[in-house]
């Protein structure tokens, strides 16, 4: 069976960090809930792994405007809602916990506070900042780590394709997730 590993960051703030840039080598995905400023942060990102990414209330210019202000993506029979702030978000997910449009993901960031929270079945992620440390708190990022529960893995491509997935593509899923706090 293929574990898919993302990689999951948000206010990065113009900074892309060399300790982050390692931590994030090799895994399938990368995932930015915003907050990037600078598209040159998302343009290094893509030199490791493909990149989902989201507008924050700091990204402005033109290079800005590219970028959704909310995400909806399927990885390897997970579905994903991502977003700057988690708030309306975090609601949609809660009421999109069951049925045929299940939600098993909800990542978002702004506040800098990282947050892992089971809730309704869902999973809520903020990675925290990647970024400059702000509010005393620790640089970290988050790794969300798929697991297909059908016994067969994902497809070779890791299922990344980014077409609705149903339920039944790849069996259930199993999602879970860790904060890392970055050194240095």
Same mark, same amino acid.
């Given at each position: ?10 206010? =990065? ?19 930015? %809930?915003?907050?990037? *400023? ?5 343009? %290094? ?7 989902? !990414?989201?507008?924050?209330? *700091? ?10 202000? @909310?995400?909806?993506?399927?990885? *390897?029979?997970?579905?994903? #809602? ?5 708030? @309306? ?6 009421? @999109? $916990? =069951?049925?045929?449009? @299940?939600?098993? &993901?909800?990542?978002?960031?702004? $506040? ?6 089971? +809730?309704?079945?869902? #999973? ?5 900042? !990647? ?9 970290? /990022?988050?790794?969300?780590? /798929? ?6 893995? *994902? ?7 980014? !077409? ?9 899923? +199993?999602?879970? !997730?860790?904060?890392?706090? &970055?050194?240095?």
């Amino acid at each position: 069976m293929k574990e898919v590993v993302v990689g999951v960051l948000s206010d =990065t703030h113009d900074h892309l960090y060399p300790e982050v840039r390692e931590l994030l080598e090799g895994v399938d995905h990368i995932v930015h %809930a915003g907050d990037v *400023c600078r598209p040159e942060i998302l343009s %290094a990102l893509r030199a490791i792994a493909p990149v989902t !990414a989201v507008r924050g209330n *700091c990204d402005a210019g033109a290079w800005a405007e590219t970028l959704p202000v @909310r995400a909806e993506f399927a990885l *390897c029979g997970a579905r994903f #809602l991502l977003g700057h702030m988690g708030g @309306r978000l975090r609601d949609e997910a809660d009421v @999109r $916990s =069951t049925g045929a449009e @299940r939600v098993h &993901v909800v990542i978002f960031g702004h $506040s800098h506070q990282a947050l892992v929270e089971q +809730r309704n079945g869902v #999973l809520h992620l903020n990675p925290g900042s !990647a970024g400059p440390r702000r509010y005393g708190r620790p640089r970290t /990022i988050a790794f969300v780590r /798929i697991a297909p529960g059908g016994g067969d893995g *994902c497809d070779e491509d890791g299922g990344m394709g980014g !077409a609705p997935v149903d339920e039944g593509a790849h069996g259930p899923v +199993r999602v879970s !997730a860790d904060i890392v706090v &970055v050194e240095g």
